[in-house]
Every structure is written in C-alpha cells, then in structure tokens.
C-alpha cells in the first residue's frame, strides 16, 4: 500500500504524514473537478473523527458509502476468527470503496490506528456526483482496479506460502512414514539376533539384513535430496545379472510386505541375462511399488512379480490384489505430488521411481486389464 506520493507505507511514513491534513480538493480523485463540481462535493461531505482504537465500520455492516482520510491513519482488517491487518491508509487515500458499486455488506473492519479525521460521503449522493461527473468516475474505477489487483497480489502469495507450508507438512509425513518400515525390520531383526541358540547362518542373515536396511534409510534419504535439489547427476549403470539381483532383492521385499500382511509371489521369474543397471537405485524402484501396493491393501493381499524379454527389452510388472487407481489421478499418477486416498505421502514415490526408470533409458506405465485391477510394468534395456 503506498501513501501520498507514492512512498512505501513504512515506519517513517507515519512520521513524515501523521500530521498532514488533506483538503477535499486535494484528493487525487477529485483534483480534475472545477470550481462548481467542488462547491456541490462539499455540500455532501460530511467530516467525522474518531479516537484512536475507535471502529469506523465493522465487517458485514451496511456500505452506506464512502471514505477519504483527511489526517491521521486508518487500519483495514479482516478475518471470521481472527482479525488480520490487511492494510493501513493515511491521508488523502480511499477506503469503503466498493460500496459505490455494490450495495453489499462491508468485507473488512475499518479502524483508527491513531485520532483520525476523514470525509464521508454517503453512497446516494456520491453515485448522483459520479453521473454528473465522468472523469470522476474513471478516476474511481482505476483506483478500485488498483486496489483489486494489489489486494489479489498479496492474496496469491499467501495462497503460495499457506500451499508451500502444506507440502513441506506433508513432505515430511511422507519421510517418516518411509523411513518405519525399514527402521521396523532392524527392530524385528535385532529382536531375532537376541534369542537364545541362534544358529550362526540365521545370525549372519539377521546381520545382513540390518546392514541393507541401514544403507536403504542412507539411499532413501539421497533420494529425497537428489530429488528436491534438482540434480541432474549422470546415473552409472554397471551390466550384471538381472536373475541373481532379482532372487537376492526378492527376500528383503518379502519382509517388508510381510509387515502389512501381505505376501509377495514372483510368478515369473527374470531369464538369467545381463542388464546395464544401478542396483541400488533399482531396488529402491521396487521397494516403492511395493509399497504402493502394500498401502492399497489395507487389510492385506498378494504382489505378484512378472520379468520377460519382449523386442529387445525387459519388461517388469507388479501387480496387486488392491482396489486399484482412482480415475480422478490416473492421468497424472507420475507427476510430483499426486496422491489419493493415503493418509500419508505427498506422491513423491511414483515421480522418483519414473526417474530412475528414465535414467535407466526404460519407459514407466501402469495399466488396468478386465476383471483386474491396476498393473505396474516398467522396461530396462538389454544390455549390448
């Protein structure tokens, strides 16, 4: 909000105008008017003062008409519980304007910040003046335009800031709610490393098992800051052998659906070739699809994991027993921060398993088949 002049309303602002008593003629609105259309400005003027601290009008009180301050500060706010400072005005400046051009209730409490005069003028006589007078009334209607567009300015950046807010909220549920599952296979794991007459095999699992889950919290957490900084980070990919990941990856995902009551059953396993591949961001991409699907069971169910080469490329797919994909976010189910029908997450999961898929030169998808509900697959190419 600017005050006379131009200046930005700031602390010493109010020193340089608190003071300052304004005239009718001098109003940037009516300085156009000549002598007669003054003279008739003044018969309907009326002057008020109020005490600092003292309300002009409250919110949802009628728009009987329309204020211009002549010295002192007026304070705008607004708000159903609690009442927000959304402007101050001093000398010389508008406020009540809408009510010119709409018989509606005020949208905002009006109140003087400090002792204030201003010159009221009553709607009726200020619409017959404004008939009268056409420059006045493009004079009006520009301040109002103003006015909006300020007052849509700053609206968009609190919308802007309230939603960043929000997300970052939700963004960090999200971590917390991926960080339990492997935090509660190491606690699951320690508690078998404690039993009596442990076998040194089932100790040396239990170990391994840990150790993967410390260095998959490690992974999760590089992810989540690849992701939010943007990296563009060139991907190594090392040519191994897809089976053997696969059959050593298939354990560890077994243990995690199990903590949702769910079971996992490999229907047909990958041939033993070579794939160009970054294991460890590879198993993330499955972790999170089964994790998708463990979130969709509520009351438990079956993955089953499908790998075949079809036209030089492999080709995965996960399927679950769920309800499936909601129509209304099936069209954006990779893009960043969709998400339906989950007590926690952002959407980050589907959007970070479509990058790893593209940095790996393979294609991401999902679909839905009769009397089937939704199927994941996603392509690796072969290695030459």
């Not at 910040?113 to 010159?119: I, P, S, Y």
């Not at 189910?333 to 398993?353: D, M, N, R």
């Amino acid at each position: 909000m600017n005050g006379p002049g131009g200046d930005s309303l700031s602390p010493n602002w109010f020193l340089r105008y608190s003071n300052l008593v304004i005239t009718l003629e001098s109003i940037p609105l009516f300085r156009m008017l000549n002598r007669n259309e003054l003279q008739a400005l003044r018969f309907i003027a009326q002057e008020r003062r109020f005490a600092a601290g003292q309300e002009i009008f409250p919110e949802g009180a009628a728009g009987d008409g329309v204020y211009f301050v002549k010295t002192g500060l007026v304070q705008i706010s607004a708000g159903k519980t609690a009442q927000r400072i959304v402007s101050r005005l001093g000398p010389g400046e508008i406020f009540g304007e809408m009510a010119i051009i709409e018989h509606q209730p005020r949208s905002a409490t009006a109140s003087a910040a400090e002792d204030t005069e201003v010159f009221f003028l009553p709607r009726g006589e200020m619409l017959t003046f404004i008939e009268r007078s056409p420059a006045v009334a493009l004079a009006l209607l520009q301040q109002i335009s103003h006015r909006l567009r300020e007052f849509n300015r700053l609206h968009i950046q609190e919308l802007i800031q309230s939603e960043s807010l929000a997300v970052i909220g939700r963004f960090a549920q999200s971590i917390v709610h991926d960080l339990k599952n492997p935090l509660s296979i190491i606690s699951l794991s320690a508690e078998v490393l404690d039993l009596p007459g442990i076998s040194p095999e089932m100790r040396a699992k239990t170990q391994s098992r840990i150790c993967k889950q410390v260095d998959r919290i490690s992974d999760l957490v590089s992810d989540i800051l690849i992701f939010t900084q943007g990296t563009n980070k060139q991907v190594e990919l090392i040519p191994g052998d897809y089976a053997a990941f696969v059959q050593e990856l298939i354990g560890d995902l077994r243990a995690e659906a199990e903590l949702k009551c769910a079971t996992i059953e490999l229907v047909r396993e990958p041939p033993p070739i070579l794939v160009r591949f970054d294991s460890r961001r590879l198993s993330r991409l499955f972790f999170n699809l089964v994790h998708n699907a463990t979130d969709a069971m509520v009351n438990g169910g079956k993955i089953f994991l499908r790998c075949e080469v079809q036209g030089g490329e492999l080709v995965n797919e996960i399927e679950d027993t769920g309800p499936g994909i909601a129509p209304e976010v099936a069209d954006r189910l990779f893009q960043p921060f969709t998400t339906h029908g989950k007590e926690h997450g952002t959407g980050l999961g589907l959007s970070i398993c479509k990058k790893i898929v593209e940095d790996h030169g393979g294609r991401i998808a999902v679909r839905r088949e009769p009397g089937r509900v939704a199927i994941f697959s996603f392509t690796l190419p072969l290695a030459k």
